[in-house]
């Protein structure tokens, strides 16, 4: 089975990207997990009220939701996967806010092995959302989600554009793995 990962800073289209991808090749996808438990957490002025260990919590619920959706593929063609978010995310988000990752994290993102990360650009418009905190240094982020991604090793392609843009080019290196 390929494993595909959308990655990127907030409000870079991943999302977008994720379901897109899912129904072009009619595979399942695995949503954010964070998105659901923040707005269980939110608080009365609207705002993510979370504190470092739900990180952890986060990442455990990430994981569940994707074994949960490996284990309902069929074994019909294709083998793939889309997951709109992976443990990278939660490592740098936790370094970003804490000064640091929890040790699982970070052991987590170092073992488990994916197929391709499609990271998104920030190159669109910032859509505010009471989740999202980072709408001015979407840049720096970005180049933050690069060098991570490197420094673990992991292969990845840049996803910039437009929508059509991004799709034509996240088609293509998903057809390029082959299998």
Known sequence: ???IVITGPESSGKTTLAA????????PWVREMARPYLEAKQRVDGTAGYEE???RHIARLQLEAEEMAIA????GLPQLLIMDTDLVTIRIWGE??????DPWIKEQTE????????LCAPDMPWEADPLRENPHDRDRLFDR???TLRQLDKPYVVMRGTHAQRMRNAVGAVEALGG
């Open 111 to 118: 073992q488990r092995r994916y197929d391709l990360w499609l």
């Open 1 to 3: 089975m390929k494993r």
């Open 20 to 27: 897109e991808l899912s129904a072009h090749f009619g595979v």
């Open 145 to 147: 989600y690069q060098r």
């Open 72 to 75: 309902q593929i069929s074994a």
């Open 96 to 101: 970003e806010k804490y000064g640091r990752s």
């Open 53 to 55: 260990e739900d990180l």
